[in-house]
């Protein structure tokens, strides 16, 4: 066992508002394939992955399935099809799984937060500026693009809101050099330069508190505030292990990271305020962020809100699970974008794992079967060609393990493939059909299948990080014990003997056309079912006299005045069953409205929204002037008795006028 530091390796924690798709799982399956190598190569690994939980956006998906945003959220992670199925199914070998709504987590993102305020490294001031609520992320007016969010080109809302911040500006310098002195803490290298720039702007502070959003981890000497997501979020790297918390004491084991994975988008939160969190901590910093790029549908990043998204699990059903691993971490260049196809995932099924790994293993298998019985022990002649293979075998492993260090996961598996097109070539150039001609070339034809298995032995070894089960599928027909498929003995003739068993085809070719056709069909029909059923049945009305009141003029009309407002609070009383005490921002002030639809909602659906209210009724007391109710909040009338809350979208201001 080697003496190095523990690897710690974290993929970013996943948003869990909707199914995973086939682009989250490439970053899961590139850590998994990396902590696999590393405790191949004899290291202790700790792979920690988990979800992100809090958050505008899952309040609100879960107010529209009338659930609470816990209910939601469990379902999404620990339901039947959720998060955790998703990554037993593609065989990810995480070994600590965070969620950021456990309490160990909750409690000492608190003290973390408590900490950097009696730092002075969070202060508490007025926040301005422009929110995206899909991307939870503040811009400020230069950011914009267009007038609109620059990640995700969604609309933004100006918002104006007590807060807290984080001195972000003050480590601008330490930033940078950073960057400077560990060249590989910001990968790939074209990334650090935007890095860079961004810095050089100018670095804001960042809010890291909101009024507004309840779903969220409350600032502990200041409950009306919840802590900005990323802060939230980003913590759960040291959480996980145990830091302000007593769920997990290995923190100084695995601290720091050797290596965060993100997607390119939020290179940024991990390259600048997570690194600034820690300094201003006082503790170490990651060794490296490593930004990948997107897979691509269409041309565009996939995301559910586009509805192009590719559900993993179809097409691991459809060609197991192994056949998925390799595309993702072959086809697409690490760092860059990559196209998902149909076509390109068949191609890459076709020629890499039917032709030059299956039929290798197929034809060397029955070769030994046909000729030896299946049994067959080491009688290597050093005939012509053998040199040669033997030095490609020699070299693979090595140069395997150079590409996994600098991450190049496609280079790397690119390298045993080349020794299995080599093995193939080496097939053709023996010919071992004609040597078993003649009793005379026994111990060459011997010779040759050996170098086979042993090319397959190492292929095996080597795959078996990206494709588990397939090189167990492969060990098993070479007769070897799983223990053997190791990268203790990697050089070529460790094994000198082999009793091998046919099995079925490794990757069954595919008919590339008819397969095409059936699987447009199956996504198709996956994408029906996946459709979000209608919320409610739609209401019919019956026909029956509608109630009139006496007609008015239109000035009469006028002397309404109904407007948006935002719910910035809202309680149950213990007075009433039916009430409830809203506190709203009508444009101008905040006011107080009882409302009687305690019955209906529960004060999560209505924070932070957006309803209509009449604003200049008089005010009036109720339940013996305990309570005034300045206005009245505008809801509809349900068949049932219920009430239906007339909601506005975010971009409508408070204060605006309703006609
Ligand atoms: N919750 C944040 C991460 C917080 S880490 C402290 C988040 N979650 S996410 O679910 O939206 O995305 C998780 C990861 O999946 C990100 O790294 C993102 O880049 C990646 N991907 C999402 N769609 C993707 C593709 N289409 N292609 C490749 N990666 C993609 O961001």
Not at 280 to 293: D, I, S, T, W, Y
Request: charged letters at 25%.
């Amino acid at each position: 066992m080697s003496q190095k530091k523990p690897f710690y390796i974290t993929t970013p924690i996943y948003y869990p508002s909707d199914k995973l798709h086939i682009g989250h799982s490439y970053t899961t399956v590139a850590c998994d394939a990396l902590a696999r190598f590393k405790r191949m190569q004899g290291r202790e690994v700790l792979l920690l992955t988990g979800t992100d939980e809090h958050g505008q956006k899952i309040q609100d998906k879960a107010a529209s399935k009338g659930v609470t945003p816990k209910e939601y959220v469990d379902e999404i992670v620990e339901g039947k099809g959720g998060v955790k199925d998703l990554w037993k199914l593609m065989n990810i070998s995480y070994d600590r799984f965070i969620r950021t709504t456990d309490e160990y987590h909750v409690k000492a993102c608190q003290r973390i937060f408590e900490t950097l305020y009696n730092k002075g490294d969070i202060y508490k001031s007025v926040y301005k500026g422009h929110y995206c609520k899909p991307c939870e992320t503040f811009w400020t007016e230069s950011q914009l693009k267009e007038g609109c969010c620059p990640d995700c080109g969604g609309a933004v809302y100006e918002a104006e809101e007590e807060a807290y911040f984080f001195k972000t500006s003050k480590y601008a310098d330490r930033l940078l050099a950073l960057y400077e002195e560990n060249p590989q803490f910001i990968q790939p290298e074209s990334r650090k330069n935007e890095m860079i720039s961004f810095i050089k702007q100018g670095l804001q502070d960042t809010c890291v508190s909101r009024t507004t959003v309840p779903w969220g981890i409350p600032v502990p000497f200041d409950p009306k505030h919840t802590m900005y997501v990323w802060v939230d979020a980003l913590s759960n790297y040291i959480t996980a292990l145990g830091y302000e918390n007593d769920a997990y004491n290995d923190y100084d084991t695995f601290w720091p990271a050797d290596i965060h994975m993100v997607g390119k988008e939020i290179l940024r939160f991990h390259t600048i305020l997570w690194p600034a969190m820690l300094m201003a901590m006082e503790q170490p910093l990651p060794h490296r962020v490593f930004g990948h790029g997107w897979l691509l549908l269409d041309g565009g990043k996939m995301s559910k809100s586009k509805g192009n998204v590719v559900d993993p699990l179809i097409l691991c059903q459809r060609y197991s699970v192994d056949a998925i691993r390799y595309f993702l971490l072959r086809e697409i260049p690490f760092g860059n974008d990559g196209n998902f196809s149909n076509e390109a995932l068949i191609n890459r099924i076709n020629s890499d794992l039917a032709n030059d790994l299956g039929n290798l293993l197929s034809r060397t298998v029955a070769m030994v079967e046909k000729y030896f019985g299946g049994s067959l022990t080491n009688q290597y002649a050093g005939g012509a060609f053998d040199a040669e293979l033997e030095e490609v075998l020699g070299a693979m492993p090595g140069r395997v393990t150079a590409c996994m260090d600098d991450l190049l996961i496609p280079q790397a598996l690119q390298e045993i493939f080349k020794s299995i097109q080599r093995a193939n070539k080496y097939i053709d150039e023996t010919a071992p059909w004609a040597l078993a001609k003649d009793e005379a070339n026994r111990e060459r034809l011997a010779g040759v299948l050996y170098h086979l298995c042993e090319s397959l032995r190492l292929a095996a070894c080597m795959l078996t990080p990206f494709l588990p089960e397939t090189a167990k599928k492969m060990a098993q027909q070479l007769g070897l014990a799983e223990e053997e498929i190791t990268f203790e003995q990697l050089s070529f003739g460790a094994r000198s003997q082999y009793t091998v068993h046919k099995g079925e085809a490794l990757f069954p070719r595919i008919d590339a056309a008819k397969e095409l056709e059936e699987l447009v069909a199956a996504q198709a029909a996956m994408k029906q079912q996946a459709a979000p059923a209608p919320e409610a049945k739609p209401a019919e009305t019956t026909g029956a006299p509608l109630e009139h009141l006496p007609e008015i003029a239109f000035d009469d009309f006028c002397k309404v005045e109904m407007r948006v407002a935002k719910v910035l609070g809202c309680e149950t009383i213990p007075e009433s069953k039916k009430l409830l005490k809203l506190t709203l921002f009508d444009g101008e002030r905040e006011r107080t409205i009882m409302s009687g639809i305690a019955k209906w909602y529960k004060p999560e659906d209505l924070i932070g929204r957006h309803v209509g209210i009449v604003a200049n009724l008089a005010a009036r007391p109720m339940l013996k002037g305990k309570y005034i109710s300045e206005g009245m909040v505008m809801a509809a009338d349900l068949p049932d008795g219920g009430a239906s809350v007339m909601f506005f979208p975010q971009e409508v201001a408070p204060g605006s006028a309703i006609h």
